[in-house]
């Protein structure tokens, strides 16, 4: 099946400043990459997301990033503000599964 | 229909007892999925559903583990005889595939499991 990792564990930055978290996956038959916010005890939710025809897509403040001969795709947060604050899930779509990073805990200072 | 959702949302068991959870995905959704998450972890995929059919479960999922969906709409998911080690928390997630492949995954609330 496939790997993904993700790093950093934990992000801390000031508000106001950008936070980048990155992931690399094993296999290149993967097609989907989905970010998702998970604030403490709810679900996981979908911010932003990207298909391996594209290199970059951004949303407001959000944009996220692939380079498929790398295998990595990443996560660009800019002027972040505290509701930042929570964890983060990188995943990739392979063969109709998704398979996630470990996760980034971001805390934004006020 | 406002999303996935998922009963009970805790549920607290001895070692040894059988337990099951209840999922009811979108309703236009095709694809349901399982998935578990234990404390600082992403969620770790179980099985997923394509309508009724159980197309894949994890090579990792205990034989004590079973998945059902059976006429595509809600699915459940038994553990028996519960181990210590299967305390965590039990995500669905339902999805369209369709033409363009595969779509947004929703996620249910969860269901907590602690296994004294």
């Known amino acids: 099946g496939e790997n993904v990792e993700q790093h950093p564990s934990t992000l801390s930055v000031q508000e106001g400043d950008s936070a980048v978290i990155k992931c690399t996956y094993s296999d290149s038959a993967s097609n989907y990459f989905p970010w998702y916010k998970q604030e403490l005890g709810k679900r996981p939710q979908l911010i932003i997301d990207?298909?391996?025809?594209?290199g970059e897509k951004k949303d407001q403040r959000i944009a996220v990033t692939l380079n498929k001969t790398a295998k990595h795709f990443s996560l660009h947060i800019t002027e972040t503000q505290p509701e930042d604050s929570a964890v983060y899930f990188c995943?990739?779509?392979?063969?109709?599964?998704?398979?996630f990073g470990s996760g980034t805990k971001l805390n934004v200072k006020p | 229909d406002t999303g996935v959702s998922q009963d009970p949302r805790h549920k607290i068991t001895k070692r040894g007892q059988n337990v099951t959870f209840r999922c009811d995905p979108i309703?236009?959704?095709?694809?349901l999925y399982w998935y578990r998450q234990t404390l600082g972890q992403g969620p770790e995929f179980l099985t997923y559903f394509q309508n009724e059919a159980q197309l894949e479960k994890s090579r990792l999922l205990s034989d004590r583990f079973s998945a059902e969906r059976p006429k595509g709409s809600f699915s459940t998911l038994e553990i028996q005889r519960t181990e210590q080690g299967d305390s965590a928390m039990y995500l669905c997630a339902s999805s369209l595939a369709g033409s363009v492949g595969t779509g947004e995954l929703f996620f249910g609330e969860g269901s907590r499991l602690t296994v004294l």
């Open positions: 995943a990739a779509n392979n063969f109709n599964k998704f398979y």
């Open positions: 990207i298909r391996s025809n594209v």
């Open positions: 309703s236009e959704h095709n694809r």
